[in-house]
Every structure is written in structure tokens, then in C-alpha cells.
């Protein structure tokens, strides 16, 4: 039985179950993972969804066999974005499984579990399906009692209106933009593409080929792994540049001369124009003051918190907040969905560039003016260790300790923290100019390595 005051091996990470197929995620593992999931929801059905890694048809039909053998059925809505299998979640009040490990390199892969109102699922349901896989407590049913598969090829299809509904089409349609969009061979390969075509855009698609391989791009939507996407804007052919991340829970921009737009610049056009007096906004300690400055100027209320998702999305329900986000391209917009959505982000940006008849870059040009640097670097020794040694000796006005150290310095603001997924430590810095944060980003990386 399952004692709730027990707490087992941790497996789920910030977003999942992350790991190596066949060393980590081994066909057995993934199989007690889907027991683990049915035993906990005895519910009638949960969905299930996978980006396209090559792993994924193993890793799946595991978790499936997994979740049949205790008496549930799997809805199977085959490849699709993260966060089109949420929006089946919502929408239709079921649990759900994604077998995706989102911008990890093609060698790893990992296992989501979504809660019945699409969004990132409770730490504390992930904790019993952590303790049912330790102590292999599982349901097991009679053969005549096995659950059953069933296929729902339409979730792309429903997420796509979903999120034409959020906006004003006829605007968007009428400005006949011109788009180049880079999937990254990722999950959104169809329906991001697709979304633009029938918003009347003009659209050139780069590696919008399924292929877990990630073979043409690092699935990481970072400039350095975009390199063709802004080529081709260069080209002054184009309104503006999209790319997604493997699993197309976030999205990232280049304007029309060719220049990335960072994740929070995106954010905080976004805040301006899609927020009036009293709405709430939600985004980590990490992001620019840019969103702080646009907020105030709105009348908005700003709530800050740590760095993660899942933690933006629960915050804001709790607070009832219309925008959340982090600064990494990661977009949540509450009157669609509590979950990262890159397709949904794509639209408000061509729903604001409609209304407003101007271009990306002009739009950005009227944003307050922060420059930020990041940068991680390898985490040696204890974290408690890199953390004393930067509090003694980096000489902070003021430190905030919402999430790892931010500490405020003559020249700007520098947060350093753990990761919770890997070996390392990120660190952000805003200032003035770009030398300035990159300068305060080397001083904390000296600290902390020496
Ligand atoms: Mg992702």
C-alpha cells in the first residue's frame, strides 16, 4: 500500500523524466513508469503524444504496455507539440503522457506526465508514481480487463483552431505576412506551418522534416543554432523569423533584418500589448527589467518567482495572471492554456504586428532598453560551496534569494543558480550594454570556479 509519508527515489526532473534510452530509460524502466502512472490514475483513458526522437516508438509502447496493464486505456495522438497534447488534456479533462525530452540532444529522451487541466503535473503526483515504481506496487488486471488503444488524429488539428480562436484572424490575414519558419525537425514540423498557412501567410519552411536526429540543427533555439533562419532574413525577403525547440513549447524570433530576438524582448512585447491596468504577469527572477518597466507602464501587476514552467504556469493560476514567461522563448498565455506554447506565441506576435502595422524590429525599438548575457558553466563541488564563496566575495548591494543568488551590483544585476536538470550552473546578467553583463557574468564565473 502506499504509505503518502514515504518519499521514494526522485525521478522526475524539472520536466520530466529525463535520460538515455536503454541505459536510463530502459524498456523495463519505461514499462513500470506507465504500471506506476495507471496504478495512480485509475482513471478511464490517458492520452499519449511523442515528439519525433527515434527512441520514442520504444520508449512508448513501454510506457503504453505499462498503463494497459492496469486496466486503462491509451488514447494515442501520435506526433504532435507538447503543447497540442495539453490542449487534448484540457479540453477533454483526461491525464497525459508525452514521450519527448524537448531541446536535449537526440541521444537523450524523457517522459512528461500532464495533469487533467493540461498543465505540468504536481509534484506531489509525480511522488506517488515514484513510490509505486520503487516498491513495484502496481495494479494488475485480468487479461479481459486490459485497457484498450484508441487513435484521435485530430489533436494538431483542434489546437490549431484553439489558438485561431485567441486571436483576430482577419487582421493577421489581411497583412498577407511574409514568414520563414524553422521547425528544427521537431514537432511542430505540421502544425506550426500549418497555423501560418491558414492565417493567409506567406511561409518557407526550413527543416520541417521529422527527424529525431535532430540532423539539420541543435534543437536548442539559440543564434548560434539558427544560423540559417537568420540567413535567410538577412535576405530583407521576410516579415519575420520563427524557430521552435524540439517538442515547440517555446518560440523564438528574428526580425526582419535578419537580428535574434531574445525570449524575454518577445515577452515583454507581448505584456505591452495584450495587458491593461490590473492584469497580472508572471516570470522568474532571470527575466529584464524590460517586463518590470512595460507592467508599470500598463497598470499590470508583476509577480515574480523561481525559474521553471511548471512553477510560472501553477503561479499563475493561483494568481489568476493572463501572461507568463521566461526568457528563454518560453510563452505561456492564460486565456489558451497554463502550459509553454510556441505556436500560441507565434500568433500573438503576428496579431500584434497586424494591429499595429509595423514592423518587428520598430515594435522592439519602442521596448525599454536592457542588454542581458548568459552563460553556464560546469558545477564541480557542491552548490553550497560555489554559492558562499560568490557571497563573500562579490560585494552585493542587495541580494535577492528567490532562486539561487541575485545580486545587485554597481552595474547591473547577475543571478547564479543550480540547474535542476544538470550538472551545471546558469548565470544571467542584465546591464547596460552587452560588454557590461557579459563583464558582470565573467566576474561571478571567476569567483565560482576559483
Ligand atoms: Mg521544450
Not at 63 to 89: F, H, K, R
Not at 400 to 428: C, H, N, Q
Amino acid at each position: 500500500m502506499i504509505n503518502n509519508d514515504q518519499k521514494a527515489k526522485r525521478l522526475f526532473g524539472t520536466n520530466g523524466i529525463r535520460g538515455v534510452p536503454n541505459e536510463d530509460l530502459t524498456p523495463e524502466f519505461c514499462a513500470h513508469v506507465g504500471q506506476a502512472i495507471g496504478t495512480v490514475f485509475q482513471t478511464k483513458s490517458i492520452a499519449m503524444g511523442r515528439d519525433t526522437r527515434v527512441s520514442g516508438e520504444m520508449i512508448w509502447s513501454a510506457v503504453e504496455s505499462g498503463i494497459l496493464s492496469t486496466g486503462v486505456n491509451v488514447i494515442d495522438l501520435g506526433m504532435l507539440p507538447t503543447p497540442a497534447i495539453q490542449y487534448y488534456c484540457k479540453v477533454h479533462g483526461v491525464y497525459g503522457v508525452i514521450i519527448t525530452a524537448s531541446h536535449n540532444p537526440p541521444r537523450f529522451n524523457g517522459i512528461k506526465c500532464i495533469d487533467r487541466d493540461g498543465t505540468e503535473m504536481r509534484r506531489e503526483d509525480e511522488e506517488k508514481i515514484e513510490l509505486v515504481v520503487e516498491q513495484s506496487d502496481f495494479k494488475k488486471v485480468t487479461g479481459k480487463e486490459c485497457g484498450l488503444k484508441t487513435s484521435y488524429p485530430s489533436a494538431v488539428d483542434d489546437y490549431i483552431e484553439g489558438i485561431r480562436k485567441i486571436i483576430t484572424p482577419e487582421n493577421v490575414k489581411k497583412a498577407a505576412f511574409r514568414v520563414a519558419i524553422d521547425t528544427g525537425n521537431g514537432a511542430a514540423f505540421r502544425s506550426s506551418p500549418e497555423l501560418l498557412t491558414g492565417l493567409n501567410c506567406r511561409v518557407v519552411t526550413l527543416n520541417a522534416n521529422p527527424d529525431g536526429n535532430f540532423t539539420s540543427r541543435n534543437s536548442e533555439p539559440k543564434p548560434e543554432n539558427l544560423g540559417d533562419l537568420i540567413a535567410l532574413m538577412k535576405t530583407g525577403r521576410f516579415d519575420l523569423g520563427v524557430a521552435h525547440d524540439g517538442d515547440a513549447d517555446r518560440c523564438v524570433f528574428v526580425d526582419e533584418n535578419g537580428n535574434f530576438v531574445d525570449g524575454d524582448r518577445s515577452l515583454a512585447l507581448i505584456v505591452k500589448y495584450f495587458t491593461s491596468r490590473g492584469s497580472k504577469v508572471v516570470t522568474p527572477v532571470s527575466s529584464s527589467d524590460c517586463i518590470e518597466d512595460v507592467c508599470a507602464k500598463n497598470g499590470a501587476i508583476l509577480v515574480k518567482t523561481k525559474i521553471g514552467a511548471p512553477i510560472v504556469s501553477r503561479t499563475m493560476i493561483r494568481e489568476k495572471a493572463l501572461i507568463g514567461g521566461e526568457e528563454n522563448g518560453g510563452i505561456i498565455y492564460g486565456r489558451h492554456q497554463y502550459c509553454r506554447d510556441g505556436a500560441m506565441t507565434m500568433a500573438l506576435i503576428l496579431d500584434l504586428m497586424a494591429r499595429e502595422k509595423k514592423k518587428l524590429s520598430a515594435l522592439l525599438g519602442d521596448l525599454p532598453q536592457y542588454s542581458m548575457y548568459k552563460t553556464s558553466i560546469e558545477l564541480k563541488e557542491e552548490w553550497n560551496e560555489v554559492r558562499k564563496r560568490i557571497l563573500n566575495r562579490a560585494g552585493a548591494e542587495e541580494i535577492d534569494f528567490t532562486d539561487g543568488l541575485k545580486l545587485y551590483l554597481r552595474e547591473g544585476w547577475v543571478l547564479a543558480r543550480p540547474s535542476g536538470t544538470e550538472p551545471i550552473i546558469r548565470i544571467f546578467a542584465q546591464s547596460s550594454t552587452q560588454e557590461k553583463a557579459k563583464s558582470l557574468v565573467e566576474f561571478i564565473v571567476e569567483i565560482a570556479a576559483s
